[in-house]
């Protein structure tokens, strides 16, 4: 009897040690997800876009009400890579998107900051979680079987995350018949896979420093996305322009070239002025800084 007494205990002890490295994970997961975000606030020159030098083409934020949001999310990217652990269906992860969003737009007083990273990074560190789960390194090949394995049925017959059926990236989806992040999802997120993280890891063996080659992402992502976004904002003329810009921007040579910085800068100026906001792209660059930490253990 002591014999089995004491064989019980050794396999709580195992299931207790294997529950907490899985929750270890997921907090790490969670870090990963909040740094790669910050990343990407912190970027500079972004057409449009908030950075910590300034508010781009935005009236109604400021880098200060991401890092409010930022906060916000530090529970909900913890508990939706758990979720994937679990490998939990849709419907589990949307309620803790919704939660989320709630959470993020009582931190900013209403603004919408990180809707579609909620999506997005969301749904890969779910992607992540089930391949830790399962021990298989969190290759690209692997994390886009596992979303179309698990997810992509339930995408294709569901809403998304969005709290309000009328979002803005709804409207422009059946109006310029783009597919958004949702559509992002459902196709594997090819975005992510083969733009921004060849772009970035093309940029890092040219010999460039981090923040370069997730600008080189970036501009590439500009350059293909038809960024919800920016059709909201300023329509398809508007769009055709700066996605064209990012093109010229790259083919003059990008972050590679001598005058890059002022070749952006001139971008962004002329996205601030026309209040054009590319937070899709922003959305995608910052999953593929996810994506690319994860792979390196960069937690």
């Known amino acids: ?30 870090r990963t997800a909040l740094r790669s975000l910050y990343a990407e606030l912190v970027l500079y020159p972004k057409p449009g ?31 939706v890579a758990a979720a994937g652990m679990r ?10 998107g919704i939660a989320s969003e709630a959470r993020m737009l009582e931190a900013t007083r209403g603004v919408n900051t990180h809707r579609g990273a909620i999506f997005t990074l969301g749904l890969l560190a ?17 994390l886009r079987e ?5 997810w992509r049925r339930d995408l294709l017959a569901v809403p998304a995350f969005a709290a309000a059926d009328c979002s803005h990236g709804r409207q422009v989806a059946a109006r310029y018949g783009v597919g958004g992040a949702r559509g992002e999802a459902i ?4 975005a992510v896979f083969d733009v921004a993280l060849p772009a970035m890891r093309f940029a890092r063996s040219r010999g460039v420093g981090e923040a370069r080659a997730q600008l080189h992402a970036f501009f590439a992502l500009l350059a293909h996305v038809d960024d919800t976004n920016v059709l909201y904002r300023g329509g398809s ?29 001139m971008l962004h100026r ?30």
């Open 87 to 96: 490998a939990a269906d849709m419907g589990a992860l949307r309620r803790l």
């Open 187 to 190: 196709s594997g997120f090819p």
């Open 126 to 142: 779910a992607a992540a979680g089930v391949a830790w789960s399962r021990r298989r390194a969190p290759a690209d090949s692997t």
């Open 49 to 79: 876009l908030v950075s910590l030098c300034d508010n781009g083409s935005h009236v109604d934020m400021t880098a200060e009400t991401f890092v409010r949001s930022l906060f916000s999310l530090r529970h909900y990217f913890a508990a």
């Open 270 to 299: 002329w996205s601030s002025s026309r209040r054009l906001s590319p937070g899709g792209c922003a959305d995608l660059l910052a999953a593929a800084i996810f994506v690319d930490r994860w792979q390196h253990n960069e937690g």
């Open 237 to 265: 003329e508007a769009a055709a322009t700066l996605k064209q810009g990012a093109a010229d921007f790259i083919a003059a040579g990008s972050v590679f070239a001598d005058d890059w910085r002022r070749r952006a800068e």
């Open 1 to 30: 009897m002591p014999d089995i007494a004491l064989q019980s205990a050794g396999v709580a002890r195992c299931r207790t040690s294997a529950a907490d490295v899985d929750r270890a994970i997921a907090h790490r997961l969670a």
């Open 146 to 150: 596992i979303v179309a394995a698990h």
